[in-house]
């Protein structure tokens, strides 16, 4: 499918127009974007073939440099064992067919916005070559269309889906089938709680700043579906557990400098009534925290009871300790550490909200004999957890 297929979206034009008035283009340059555009529409047009023309990986040697918002090199084999090479495309196939998404203002736009979307990481001064940024920017342009189409379809509001469908159901784009279709939706679709959790850990979070811009100047999705894309995000992130916290009710806050990923915005939905603490002088004193076992405190008649109103602890003269439940599904040890990942570098803004939480809970899990007091007090739920996973999980959590 060409690009003169498809009839740039309001703003789009404008958006090119604007940028080409206020910067230098060099004919050469043109040629290299117009080179650029062919060879992303050839892949849209083969989807399956795309792992053809995959631009080369990078220094494989290379070491974990640690960023932001998760691994940055991920996106050399994103989602390897979780998304197929060949779906990755079709979901930038799709976006461009249905929703207006214009190759070449995408381009044009993220030429532009390139060195804002690395500052989003750490430890990738060195690597910010042309040819990386290339790979950069696909990387981006997979992950935003799939990213969008994954928190429609699992957003739990129906009028939103129907709409979807009924759109993606009129024809398909160049290329795909409509099985190719059906597995889309069966991929995302199948286990939405695994892949929910997957678009929430550290290694895949992407600017969202850029999602915001995919969703609204570069197609005409916001036209067609009417929440915003951060209260879609609120609602595809909504039933995840950790659940407790105050969890927003039809309130879709957006903090004053905006959010920054997707993880953001859930940790944001998990947060008390005032949000984020901005205190300078906040100390990290987690490590030299301890209070006593969950069987030492019920050998001094502490009783324990399950509190689901947001309180992580509280503790009464009457020796009554309420705690929020502990909830463990295959998927949560590595979302939970991304939420203390999440929190340990934006600790200044937001507080130790969950990490405070984990650690309590590492203080009174010491035995798997502590796991079974708990679990008896139904705060610790019964899931395919047994107890000596459920303490090996939260003690690896607190490390």
Not at 182 to 206: A, C, G, H, K
């Amino acid at each position: 499918m060409s690009n003169d297929d498809i009839q740039p979206v309001d703003g789009d034009q404008e958006l090119v127009d604007e940028i080409s008035t206020t910067t230098e283009t060099s004919n050469d340059d043109q040629e290299l974007v117009d080179e650029w555009v062919v060879e992303i529409e050839g892949r849209l047009e083969n989807p399956d073939n795309s792992h053809a023309t995959r631009r080369p990986s990078m220094d494989s040697n290379l070491e974990e440099y640690p960023s932001i918002i998760g691994n940055w090199q991920c996106w050399d084999d994103f989602g390897a064992s979780f998304i197929p090479e060949h779906l990755k495309w079709i979901f930038v196939a799709s976006m461009t067919h249905y929703f207006g998404l214009n190759v070449r203002s995408y381009i044009v736009y993220m030429q532009e916005k390139v060195d804002l979307a690395w500052s989003y990481y750490r430890g990738v001064d060195q690597f910010r070559t042309a040819e990386n940024n290339k790979r950069f920017i696909e990387h981006l342009l997979v992950n935003c269309c799939f990213l969008i189409f994954s928190m429609i379809l699992l957003s739990g509001e129906k009028e939103l889906k129907d709409s979807w469908y009924e759109i993606i159901n009129k024809d398909n784009p160049k290329g795909l089938s409509d099985k190719d279709i059906q597995n889309i939706i069966d991929f995302i679709t199948r286990e939405p709680n695994q892949t929910v959790s997957y678009l929430l850990t550290m290694n895949y979070q992407i600017p969202w700043f850029l999602v915001e811009a995919v969703y609204t100047e570069l197609s005409n999705i916001n036209k067609l579906f009417a929440p915003p894309i951060h209260k879609i995000a609120y609602l595809f992130c909504d039933g995840l557990p950790p659940d407790y916290f105050n969890i927003i009710d039809g309130d879709y806050t957006v903090p004053e400098d905006g959010f920054k990923h997707l993880l953001h915005i859930f940790h944001w939905s998990r947060t008390p009534d005032e949000k984020y603490v901005h205190n300078l002088t906040i100390q990290k004193w987690f490590g030299d925290f301890h209070i006593p076992s969950a069987t030492e405190l019920q050998l001094s008649q502490t009783v324990f009871i399950k509190d689901e109103d947001g309180t992580i602890m509280s503790y009464s003269d009457r020796r009554v300790m309420q705690l929020t439940p502990w909830e463990l599904y295959n998927y949560s040890p590595k979302l939970y550490e991304s939420l203390l990942r999440f929190e340990d570098l934006y600790f200044i803004r937001c507080g130790y909200l969950f990490s405070s939480y984990v650690t309590c809970m590492a203080s009174l899990l010491q035995t798997e004999a502590d796991v079974r007091v708990l679990r008896a007090n139904d705060i610790i739920p019964s899931t395919s957890f047994d107890d000596k996973n459920v303490l090996r999980c939260i003690q690896e959590l607190k490390t």
